[in-house]
């Protein structure tokens, strides 16, 4: 079975924090992505990344940058957190070409709280 | 570009009632259509999907079928349970770029007995 783990289920900051969420997945898939999920927008993507060291922006970039220094694992950070990013925020893996020839797995997703 | 619109919940259903959850897209291209659901707490897992037009995906009940005329792919249940209780969501995956998938709002689904 994939397993898509991330490293907290629910998280509390301080505006103005910088914020490190870890994604780990098991199944040497190629693509990593980041999305958050609110109330009433659904999911949309911040980041994803196709390959080691290779990320590409996603709808709502803003705030947030990536990493991605070994294929199994994909981070978020928030340089500085602000209130709006109180979000849940899921990962995703999946193998390259996926729309066809597959599908996204995901992890539980982490609720992150900035006060 | 690419978009998935799929009805407001939630939907409020009687065990054995039948489910209908309607899904439309906009796409430039040809894409897969999948259907996604999350249980609380959890994750979203895939459902069922389909790739081409006038496919029929079906997993556990559900079933959806690619309508290329008229760009929906709308979920159906014949008769739903408690456990079936969670958040749908239609997506896409782009034409143009078969890594990147685009998802709809999320439809919550509440089944009493």
């Known amino acids: 079975d994939v397993k898509v783990t991330q490293s907290s289920r629910y998280l509390v900051k301080r505006t103005g924090e910088k914020v490190f969420l870890e994604c780990v997945q098991d199944?040497?898939?190629?693509?990593m992505f980041w999305y958050r999920q609110d109330p009433g927008l659904g999911l949309r993507l911040i980041y994803f990344s196709y390959d080691v060291k290779m990320k590409e922006k996603g709808d709502i970039p803003e705030g947030y940058s990536v990493s991605r220094e070994k294929k199994e694992r994909f981070s978020l950070i928030l340089e500085s957190a602000s209130t709006n990013q109180t979000s849940m925020y899921l990962c995703?893996?999946?193998?390259w070409g996926a729309g066809t020839l597959g599908e996204q797995y995901f992890g539980p997703g982490t609720r992150l709280t900035v006060t | 570009g690419n978009s998935v619109t799929q009805m407001e919940g939630p939907v409020t259903l009687s065990e054995e009632a039948f489910l209908t959850i309607n899904c439309t897209y906009t796409a430039t291209g040809y894409p897969s259509l999948f259907w996604y659901v999350q249980y609380p707490g959890e994750g979203l897992q895939l459902l069922l999907k389909a790739t081409k037009a006038d496919d029929k995906g079906s997993n556990k009940g559900f079933e959806a079928t690619y309508r290329k005329e008229t760009t929906s792919f709308h979920l159906e249940k014949g008769s739903v349970q408690v456990s079936d209780s969670a958040v749908y969501f239609c997506a896409l995956s782009d034409p143009g770029n078969f890594n990147k998938f685009y998802f709809g709002s999320g439809t919550k689904l509440n089944v009493k007995p």
């Open positions: 995703a893996s999946s193998l």
């Open positions: 199944m040497d898939h190629e693509n």
